[in-house]
């Protein structure tokens, strides 16, 4: 799977917490960082390239600073120029049909200001409904938003914490079960492997056999249970 | 009661819908029209005279077209600018706070597609959260939106009662019921009075006395309605 990340940020190098998260994908072969304002500083969008770029990827992504709930503007300008008729929708439009699309929102205030009788009023799921309709009218398939709020003030392991939740976003199968995470934790490890020193690498290594051990303990006991029940 | 209609379209000339609206209501007192893409052609927005404009009006408006379920660039980008914390919202910014704000959204597809099930899947009222989240965050009272959909396709008596609506969401106090309907279309024929002549002048005459006449007659009834119940 390959998965397309269009970070659109009015001021990407002045933000610490966008800078967190690039940073830690630099060089991923299954990932492409499309940083919009990077890359059209005169707003002049290339709009075949960026319709080749959607093709060759599975997995759309768009993360931004969730500024007056919505995109910043160049994202926008983006949508307008990019997802025209006959490409994005309309008869003849499936260039995006089957492909999956997700929203990486940063996001200044507490979770729990955005809930009727919050600060904000309205849930991220209520504000964000012109992203859905995009996907639906596009045929993509919505995926669960990954929402980081008030990064700056979260301790160092939680932090940490919604680091591997984010490259899950980015790499990991649309399916949040447990062999799924394993499988996808295991992938990582051996990805990791590859650019350690030999000490750290037998711990790597060891922890995968232990990941892999205790999924032939959890398979073994499901088939015990079945067992008994079909007794 | 004064209004500021913000105009965000990058291609207003070109638009017939839009400039049908506009030239209908150009040399009115109580209205300003601010064509952001006109005023900001280098996108470098005066913030300080934003402000101040905005300070200046009763009802704030935001014209646009609906693509992808949002406005355009510009105006997102006049959101981010123009309505800083401690203007517009915070402890200290309560510089729209009591204010209207509506939306004017022109729409190509048929409304009849903006539900579930329908091509558009969700409804207006869900697709403008972003909005009214901003109304409420700057603590503006959302006024009914003004949708017009498919102008273009419109039968003339259509589109002449689309306007006399439009005139309404721009100058007409925020209550729908009969008395207020018929005080605003008695001003209007006043206001038009002046400038036509005599002949014309006389057939408004005549028609705001018989609407007057109307209004005592309906009030007439209601005193001896009224007395029946209590009898």
Chains 1, 2 share one sequence.
Do not use: C
């Not at 996907?135 to 990064?151: C, D, E, S």
């Not at 979260?154 to 490259?167: A, N, S």
Request: proline share 4%; charged share 20%; glycine share 6%.
């Amino acid at each position: 799977m390959k998965t397309l990340l269009i970070v659109s940020h009015p001021n990407l190098i002045d933000s610490g917490s966008q800078q967190y998260f690039l940073s830690s994908i630099k060089n991923r072969e299954d990932v492409t960082i499309h940083h919009l304002e990077g890359v059209y500083p005169d707003w002049n969008i290339d709009v075949p390239s960026e319709q080749e770029l959607l093709k060759q990827h599975d997995r759309i992504l768009f993360q931004f600073p969730f500024y007056w709930y919505s995109s910043p503007p160049l994202l926008k300008h983006w949508q307008d120029v990019v997802l025209e008729e006959g490409f994005a929708y309309g008869t003849r439009g499936k260039a995006l049909t089957g492909k999956q699309f997700g929203l990486v929102l940063m996001i200044g205030v507490q979770e729990r200001d955005y809930q009727a009788g919050g600060d904000e009023q309205f849930t991220i799921s209520e504000l964000t409904r012109p992203f859905q309709a995009m996907a639906h009218k596009t045929g993509m398939i919505y995926l669960r938003p990954f929402t980081i709020f008030q990064f700056a003030y979260m301790e160092e392991d939680q932090k940490m914490d919604t680091l591997i939740q984010y490259w899950q976003m980015l790499t990991m199968e649309n399916n949040n079960s447990l062999p799924t995470r394993e499988k996808w934790l295991i992938e990582q490890l051996k990805q990791a492997q590859t650019t350690l020193q030999s000490n750290d690498a037998n711990t790597l290594n060891y922890t995968i056999e232990l990941i892999e051990e205790n999924r032939e303990h959890i398979d073994g006991l499901k088939v015990v249970l079945d067992q008994m029940y079909h007794r």
